[in-house]
C-alpha cells in the first residue's frame, strides 16, 4: 500500500514556476513508478509526466516537454514536478500517482495508488 500527498500548487503569474511534491509513504515506493497527471475543468484527466523507479528514465507529453522535469528521490520517498515557463493553459489539478513499475506510464489504468491532487492555477 502507498498513500501520496500532493503539495506545492498555487498561483502564479504566467512566465512563473512553481515545483510540485509527491510525498509517499509505504515501503513499495522505490518500486513504483511515479506519474504526474492533471485535470482542467470540464476536461479528462491527461498525462503530464512519469519516472521509473529507478529514475532512470522519464517521459513527457508534448505540452510540457523543455517546460517540465519529473524526478524523485527515494531516500526521501518524494517524487517532484518543477514547472517552469507556466502557461495560463497548464491550469489544472495536479495529481501525484503511483504503482509498481511494470513498464507502461501514459495511463491513468497504470496507476493504482493516487494522491489528493494540488490546485495549480496560472494567470496571463
Known amino acids: 500500500q502507498v498513500q501520496l500527498v500532493e503539495s506545492g500548487g498555487g498561483l502564479v503569474q504566467a512566465g512563473g514556476s512553481l515545483r510540485l511534491s509527491c510525498a509517499a509513504s509505504g515501503r513499495t515506493f522505490r518500486s513504483c513508478a511515479i506519474g504526474w497527471f492533471r485535470q482542467a475543468p470540464g476536461k479528462e484527466r491527461e498525462f503530464v509526466a512519469a519516472?521509473?523507479?529507478?529514475?532512470?528514465?522519464?517521459y513527457y507529453a508534448d505540452s510540457v516537454k523543455g517546460r517540465f522535469t519529473i524526478s524523485r528521490d527515494n531516500a526521501k520517498n518524494t517524487g517532484y514536478l518543477q514547472m517552469n515557463s507556466l502557461k495560463p493553459e497548464d491550469t489544472a489539478v495536479y495529481y501525484c500517482a503511483a504503482d509498481l513499475d511494470g513498464g507502461t506510464y501514459l495511463l491513468p489504468i497504470d496507476y493504482a495508488y493516487w494522491g489528493q491532487g494540488t490546485q495549480v492555477t496560472v494567470s496571463s
Open positions: 519516472i521509473s523507479w529507478s529514475g532512470g528514465s522519464t
